[in-house]
């Protein structure tokens, strides 16, 4: 593996488990101390564990990313504990509950923009000075292939998700000319702990879910992790809001 990270700080929230874990180590497999964040404790320490198996620095630290405050003392803890940051991945979300949309309960819907979109605007309105401090750097959001076609049955998810691509633009035109890319990821159907609460152990479910990828399976977390860390690198230095599907095809059908 390449070390093209090395000397680089990247931060990556909900990186206790699932894509974040995976996220993290791929970056510090390429040589990146990373601040691990997400709101629980255990499964970032555990996280930061096996990030320093790669010989690189790796905090975790506990955050809930829908309190601008915390997000604010998350972003110090990388420049003050690693000495800057260079990449961010902001990747926390939630699928929220089902519903159609006339039925989709008011409280669940603000909860669900609240993790997914109001999350992301406030860690990539915090990342964007500290990495202008170091002259520049790389975010990718994580939003999904929901992000860019419309999925019954979980309004807020699609809505939330498509407005993470919108952020995605917004900000890379804003802060293009000035060293810092915003770009996004939009996964498809991944083996992740939060697909896993989804299908709740229903084979059906999965077989369905399976049957439409055009390749016939779920993608794994770390084949969205390379993808992520491809838009983090300088080998995508002249990619500015876009918005790549990882998808097994999908999102193309």
């Known amino acids: 593996m390449t070390h093209d990270f090395d000397g680089r700080v990247a931060l990556v929230t909900g990186g206790g488990s699932g894509l974040g874990r995976a996220t993290v180590l791929e970056l510090a497999g390429r040589g ?28 975790a630290h506990q955050v809930d990313v829908t309190d601008l405050d915390a997000v604010e003392r998350m972003v110090a803890t990388a420049l003050e504990t690693l000495g800057g940051l260079d990449v961010a991945v902001n990747n926390a979300g939630t699928t929220g509950p089902g519903a159609l949309t006339a039925d989709y309960a008011v409280d669940a819907w603000r909860a669900t923009m ?50 993470v691509v919108g952020l995605t633009r917004a900000a890379g035109l804003e802060y293009a ?68 599907a990882v998808d097994g095809g999908s999102v193309v059908q």
């Open 114 to 163: 609240a993790v997914n979109l109001d999350a992301v605007f406030y860690c990539i309105r915090t990342e964007i000075p500290a990495m202008l401090a170091r002259g520049g750097g790389a975010i990718v959001n994580v939003a999904s292939g929901a992000g860019l076609v419309g999925f019954a049955g979980l309004p807020a998810y699609v809505a939330s998700k498509h407005g």
């Open 32 to 59: 990146a101390s990373v601040v691990i964040a997400d709101r629980d404790l255990a499964t970032a320490e555990d996280t930061a564990a096996l990030a320093r198996e790669a010989g690189v620095d790796a905090v």
């Open 177 to 244: 000319r000035v060293g810092v890319r915003v770009n996004c990821v939009c996964p498809g159907s991944t083996r992740t702990p939060m697909l896993e609460a989804f299908m709740a152990g229903d084979e059906k479910v999965e077989k369905m879910i399976r049957a439409s990828v055009p390749l016939g399976r779920l993608g794994r977390p770390e084949e969205i992790a390379s993808a992520i860390a491809w838009l983090c690198s300088d080998a995508a230095s002249f990619v500015v809001g876009h918005a790549m």
